[in-house]
């Protein structure tokens, strides 16, 4: 099976605009989770997507924003970018959306904001 | 305060050192999760433990839930296994996750 698979891998923006990042799970995983790496507050939770209703929200503000269609791909967009929103964006995804499940993850996208 | 909290932040051994890190917790949880990430960012989850032990290969998971810890031991530890290593948490109410800072190894030859 291909694994999780994130587009673009790297993305530069500037401080203002609007991003829209994908991820597509692996082959039959209905839940996908989105998360949010920086070097000063380390990976944090975004949100969880599953059979394209939103389980639940980390701590972010309404700017992070995210949806997920009937294939179980996902889409999360980051309106008026701010320099804090560089970061690395991880999805990962699992197959039932049981919390036990093991989480598998993609390569991230590393989004630059200038 | 941090729901996870880590130990230690950073760790060089010689090749073939037994290495221990550790992760508290304070959230009541459904699993806790080891994870691998090399440079340039991929993660592995290598452990998903809600009880006991888990071994696959040189690398050895434990859970205490009782004491809210666990333990990722590493046995004849190799170059190859230099990264940061994270300790995550996914919590029992709600379906929030929470991880750790990370622990950053570096194994010398």
């Known amino acids: 099976k291909a694994g999780v698979t994130q587009t673009p891998r790297y993305l530069i923006k500037t401080r203002g605009q609007q991003v829209t990042l994908s991820c597509s799970p692996i082959?039959?995983?209905?839940?996908v989770s989105w998360y949010q790496q920086t070097p000063g507050q380390g990976l944090q939770f975004l949100f969880e997507y599953f059979s394209e209703t939103q389980r639940n929200k980390g701590n972010f503000p309404g700017r992070f924003s995210g949806r997920q269609f009937s294939n179980s791909r996902s889409e999360m967009n980051v309106s008026t970018l701010e320099l804090g929103d560089s970061a690395l964006y991880l999805c990962a995804s699992r197959g039932s959306g049981i919390r036990t499940d093991t989480q598998y993850f993609g390569p991230g996208t590393r989004l630059t904001v200038l | 305060k941090n729901e996870v909290e880590q130990s230690p932040q950073n760790l060089t051994a010689q090749e073939g050192e037994f290495i221990t890190i550790n992760c508290s917790y304070s959230?009541?949880?459904?699993?806790l999760h080891w994870l691998q990430q090399h440079p340039g960012g991929g993660i592995v989850s290598l452990f998903m433990l809600s009880s006991g032990k888990k071994k696959h290969g040189r690398l050895i998971a434990t859970i205490n839930i009782q004491e809210k810890h666990s333990s990722l031991h590493i046995t004849a530890s190799h170059p190859r296994d230099s990264a940061v290593y994270i300790c995550?948490?996914?919590?029992?109410?709600?379906?929030?996750?929470?991880f750790g800072t990370g622990t950053s190894l570096t194994v010398i030859p």
């Open positions: 959230v009541g949880i459904s699993a």
């Open positions: 995550a948490v996914g919590s029992n109410t709600g379906n929030q996750f929470y």
């Open positions: 082959s039959g995983h209905r839940s």
